[in-house]
């Protein structure tokens, strides 16, 4: 996890659909993937996707992903 401009980014997540809603796996944590609020340079976007996920804080904290 690192922090940059008060989003934290995650590396190696995974993204994938169920039930007609996209998730991912962040520290291997299943939360909801929250395409309206992430980062622009963030390109999680579908199902498959791997790599860096760049999120709020205040969303991080919201879903336990902070230490």
Not at 18 to 40: F, S, T
Not at 57 to 67: D, I, K
Request: glycine share 12%; with cysteine.
């Amino acid at each position: 996890m690192e922090e940059r401009g008060g989003y934290l980014w995650f590396n190696g997540v995974r993204v994938f659909a169920e039930d007609m809603r996209l998730l991912c796996v962040v520290a291997g944590r299943v939360v909801p993937l929250p395409v309206a609020i992430l980062h622009p340079d963030c390109r999680l976007a579908a199902d498959g996707d791997v790599g860096r996920l760049g999120v709020p804080r205040r969303w991080a904290e919201q879903q336990g992903l902070c230490a």
